[in-house]
Nanobody, 123 residues
């Protein structure tokens, strides 16, 4: 089983930046791609960015140019850097895993995730 601990959510103003963190632990980490998705009230889950086992990244078109994923390998920690935040980015953000090895991650196949962290963008 995988465990996730997300942090970094906050109330920020439009245009500001925020970096979310996620510590991942458990067995078989090399069998998973990891990434971030969000869910706002009344809306469907939206995949944002993911990183494959071999380090390739994917970013959703809806946030491309503003969001990016990175990893601290020593800490098994994943980050989601979010720049130029907008009110429509308000949501609960989750760190999750997709059961993919190699060079692929899908953004839509998360099968386990953490408790989430709230991001609110408002003036």
């Amino acid at each position: 089983q995988l465990q996730f601990v997300e942090s970094g959510g906050a109330l920020v103003q439009p245009g500001e930046s925020l970096r979310l963190s996620c510590v991942v632990s458990g067995l078989g980490l090399d069998y998973y791609a990891f990434g971030w998705f969000r869910q706002a009230p009344g809306k469907e889950r939206e995949g944002l960015s993911c990183m494959s086992v071999d380090g390739r990244t994917k970013v959703a078109d809806s946030v491309k140019g503003r969001f990016s994923i990175s990893k601290d390998h020593a800490k098994n920690m994943y980050y989601l850097q979010m720049d130029n935040l907008k009110p429509e980015d308000t949501a609960v953000y989750y760190c999750g895993a997709e059961l993919y090895t190699g060079s692929y991650c899908g953004l839509t196949d998360f099968n386990s995730w953490g408790q989430g962290t709230q991001v609110t963008v408002s003036s």
